[in-house]
């Protein structure tokens, strides 16, 4: 019951007093103070708070104060109070809510960056980019698959993005990850690859007015840049590069029958 009582916003002393009172049902101030072993101010101020909630009411004995319990059914009442308010605040946020977004779209032009370390600080990167619903853009290396495991990686990431059917278009290194990527045609991901002499050690996802960087050397870190006018930079940068690997650097195979399998 305690437990109810504290979700319904009532403090220590007043669940004291509300059960000592359910227990009386009705007497004098002091005998209520005495039952719920608290001094007698505390129990009048307490009792003046529970008899604006409904659940007490007080009248006058032969000059005496007395307390008269009221049926617990009023409790319903406070719930029906909580809820009314946090309809309430909704409501005002809502409202609100076009005067707080016009007042960040004005400050995106300082950019805001968060880092990340570790493992798993790199994994969080990953995944903000597997919530965007838009397109996305990416300049992969295969050593994100050394570093989390394939199963992990494809169990968690390419499920999602399936789910999703967001497109990602990949300018990818010759990681066999990347290639097994490449072959297996899927919808949702369009590659084109970097000379098979490039070694990197970092990639690039750009997405959401996001570009997030990912190092790989040790230690492993990133950061997360989001902004709306380095985020076209970066975008148009990897549409630039985009076009000029068209139809080049595939795979070893690849080429020979784009060239000799014509139908």
């Not at 989390?148 to 990850?177: M, W």
């Amino acid at each position: 019951m305690r437990q109810i009582l504290k979700q319904l916003n009532f403090s220590d002393k007043e669940t004291d007093v509300y059960l000592a009172a359910l227990k009386l049902g009705s007497g004098s101030i002091t005998e209520l103070a005495r039952k719920a072993n608290i001094k007698r101010p505390t129990a009048y101020i307490v009792l003046e708070r529970l008899k604006e909630m409904g659940l007490v009411s007080l009248s006058k004995k032969k000059g005496k104060q007395i307390f008269i319990t009221e049926d617990p059914k009023k409790l319903l009442k406070a719930t029906e109070e909580e809820k009314e308010k946090i309809i309430e605040k909704e409501e005002k946020i809502k409202e609100a809510l076009p005067k707080f977004q016009a007042l960040r779209k004005k400050d995106t032009i300082v950019p805001l960056v968060k880092y990340y370390e570790g493992k798993e600080g790199i994994w969080n990167i990953v995944e903000d980019l597997v919530e965007s619903k838009d397109e996305s853009w990416i300049i992969a290396t295969g050593k994100i698959y050394d570093v989390f495991g394939l199963k992990r990686f494809f169990k968690n990431i390419t499920q999602r993005r399936r789910q999703l059917g967001t497109k990602l278009s990949i300018i990818a290194d010759h990681h066999p990850e990347n290639i097994k990527g490449y072959k297996s045609n899927e919808y949702f991901r369009e590659y084109r690859f970097m000379p098979e002499t490039i070694d990197l050690n970092a990639a690039v996802y750009i997405y959401d007015n996001k570009v997030a960087l990912i190092f790989f050397k040790e230690p492993l870190n990133g950061i997360i840049i989001e902004n709306e006018e380095l985020f076209s930079v970066f975008k148009f940068m990897f549409n630039s590069l985009w076009k000029e690997l068209e139809g080049k650097n595939l795979p070893e195979g690849e080429i020979r029958k784009n060239i000799y399998d014509k139908p």
